[in-house]
C-alpha cells in the first residue's frame, strides 16, 4: 500500500493530468471486472457446488450478494458524482464572515481564501472541503461531502472480498478432489513444472488469488478509515485531534442524520449537519 501511494504521488507532481486519464479508469476498471469475476465464481460455480441448486439458501445468498454488489458500486459511484469541492458551495458560502476569516486560509493555486480543513488537490484542480485524499477508485476526492459513500464502499468491497473467500475456502474443505488439485497446482507452479490440468480449476485458482490480494488491499483500506471515522481526522492528519466530538459526534459528521441508516443503501437522504466550513473543535481547558 505505501510503494502505491508513493508511486501515485510521484506521477500525480509530474504531471496530474496524465495520472487521471492514465490510472483512474485502470482503477475503476479492475473493481468492475473484479465485482463481476467474484460475483460470477461464487454464485454460479462454487456456492452450486457447496449447497443444493434448488434449495432457499442458494436464492437467500443470491439476495445477499445483489444486496452488496448494489451497495459496492451503488456508493462508489454516488462518491464520484457528489462533489466535495468548495466551489460546490453556494456564492454567498465561499467567502467567510468577518468572524471567521482568520480561520480559514489562502490557496496559492486556486487564488482564493477556503475553509478550515481544506486543501487543494492537483488531480482535481480544486480544493476540497475537509480533504481526505483523492481515491483512485472512484475518480474523485474524498472529503466532507461524499466521505460517507466511500466509506460505506470500502466496508462493502471487505464483506464482499471476505465471502467470496469464505466461499472458496468452504469449497476446498469440502471438496477434497479440488484440495488436492490445488496443492498439486500450487507445487508444480512452484518447481515451474506444471502439470496438465482443466482450465476450470486453473481459472479457479486464479480467482482465489486474486481474491485474497483483493481482501487484503480492502483490510488496509478501511483500517485506515476506521481511526479516520472514529477520531474525526483525514487520512494525512491521523495525530490532529482538535475536531473530535466523541463517536456519536464524529459519526454523524460524516454520514448524517441518519447514521447507521446509510448501510442499507446509497441512495438514503441523510443531511450532514453542516456545510463544511465550519468544524467545531475542543474547548482548551481553563487554567485557575
Same mark, same amino acid.
Given at each position: 500500500?505505501?510503494?502505491?501511494?508513493?508511486? $501515485?504521488?510521484?506521477?500525480?507532481?509530474?504531471?496530474?493530468?496524465?495520472?487521471?486519464?492514465?490510472?483512474? &479508469?485502470?482503477?475503476?476498471?479492475?473493481?468492475?471486472?473484479?465485482?463481476?469475476?467474484?460475483?460470477?465464481?461464487?454464485?454460479?460455480?462454487?456456492?452450486?457446488?457447496?449447497?443444493?441448486?434448488?434449495?432457499?439458501?442458494?436464492?437467500?445468498?443470491?439476495?445477499?450478494?445483489?444486496?452488496?454488489?448494489?451497495?459496492?458500486?451503488?456508493?462508489?459511484?454516488?462518491?464520484?458524482?457528489?462533489?466535495?469541492?468548495?466551489?460546490?458551495?453556494?456564492?454567498?458560502?465561499?467567502?467567510? $464572515?468577518?468572524?471567521?476569516?482568520?480561520?480559514?486560509?489562502?490557496?496559492?493555486? $486556486?487564488?482564493?481564501?477556503?475553509?478550515?480543513?481544506?486543501?487543494?488537490?492537483?488531480?482535481?484542480?480544486?480544493?476540497?472541503?475537509?480533504?481526505?485524499?483523492? $481515491?483512485?477508485?472512484?475518480?474523485?476526492?474524498?472529503?466532507?461531502?461524499?466521505?460517507?459513500?466511500?466509506?460505506?464502499?470500502?466496508?462493502?468491497?471487505?464483506?464482499?472480498?471476505?465471502?467470496?473467500?469464505?466461499?472458496?475456502?468452504?469449497?476446498? +474443505?469440502?471438496?477434497?478432489?479440488?484440495?488436492?488439485?490445488?496443492?498439486?497446482?500450487?507445487?508444480?507452479? +512452484?518447481?515451474?513444472?506444471?502439470? &496438465?490440468?482443466?482450465?476450470?480449476?486453473?481459472?479457479?485458482?486464479?480467482?482465489?488469488?486474486?481474491?485474497?490480494?483483493?481482501?487484503?488491499?480492502?483490510?488496509?483500506?478501511?483500517?485506515?478509515?476506521?481511526?479516520?471515522?472514529?477520531?474525526?481526522?483525514?487520512?494525512?492528519?491521523?495525530?490532529?485531534?482538535?475536531?473530535?466530538?466523541?463517536?456519536?459526534?464524529?459519526?454523524?459528521?460524516?454520514?448524517?442524520?441518519?447514521?447507521?441508516?446509510?448501510?442499507?443503501?446509497?441512495?438514503?437522504?441523510? &443531511?450532514?449537519?453542516?456545510?463544511?466550513?465550519?468544524?467545531?473543535?475542543?474547548?482548551?481547558?481553563?487554567?485557575?
Amino acid at each position: 500500500m505505501c510503494f502505491m501511494m508513493i508511486g $501515485c504521488k510521484y506521477i500525480v507532481n509530474a504531471n496530474p493530468k496524465r495520472f487521471a486519464k492514465i490510472v483512474h &479508469p485502470s482503477a475503476v476498471g479492475l473493481i468492475l471486472v473484479g465485482t463481476v469475476l467474484f460475483l460470477s465464481v461464487e454464485m454460479f460455480y462454487m456456492l452450486p457446488k457447496i449447497y443444493d441448486p434448488d434449495g432457499l439458501f442458494l436464492k437467500i445468498a443470491w439476495l445477499m450478494a445483489l444486496f452488496i454488489v448494489y451497495n459496492l458500486l451503488g456508493n462508489m459511484l454516488a462518491c464520484h458524482r457528489k462533489s466535495s469541492a468548495v466551489t460546490s458551495l453556494p456564492k454567498d458560502r465561499q467567502i467567510p $464572515c468577518p468572524e471567521e476569516e482568520h480561520l480559514w486560509h489562502f490557496c496559492d493555486h $486556486c487564488q482564493m481564501l477556503v475553509p478550515p480543513r481544506s486543501w487543494h488537490c492537483k488531480v482535481c484542480e480544486c480544493c476540497i472541503l475537509r480533504r481526505d485524499h483523492h $481515491c483512485i477508485f472512484t475518480a474523485t476526492c474524498v472529503g466532507h461531502n461524499n466521505y460517507r459513500y466511500f466509506f460505506w464502499f470500502t466496508v462493502y468491497m471487505h464483506i464482499g472480498s471476505l465471502l467470496s473467500l469464505a466461499t472458496h475456502v468452504n469449497l476446498l +474443505i469440502i471438496d477434497e478432489q479440488i484440495r488436492r488439485q490445488y496443492v498439486v497446482l500450487h507445487f508444480s507452479c +512452484i518447481f515451474l513444472f506444471l502439470k &496438465p490440468m482443466s482450465w476450470e480449476l486453473i481459472a479457479l485458482n486464479i480467482s482465489f488469488v486474486i481474491n485474497i490480494y483483493a481482501w487484503i488491499l480492502s483490510l488496509i483500506m478501511l483500517g485506515y478509515q476506521i481511526p479516520v471515522l472514529y477520531l474525526n481526522t483525514t487520512f494525512y492528519t491521523p495525530k490532529d485531534h482538535r475536531y473530535n466530538q466523541g463517536l456519536l459526534g464524529n459519526f454523524m459528521a460524516s454520514m448524517g442524520k441518519r447514521g447507521l441508516w446509510t448501510f442499507i443503501s446509497p441512495s438514503i437522504r441523510s &443531511p450532514l449537519p453542516h456545510d463544511g466550513t465550519q468544524w467545531q473543535t475542543k474547548q482548551a481547558p481553563t487554567t485557575i
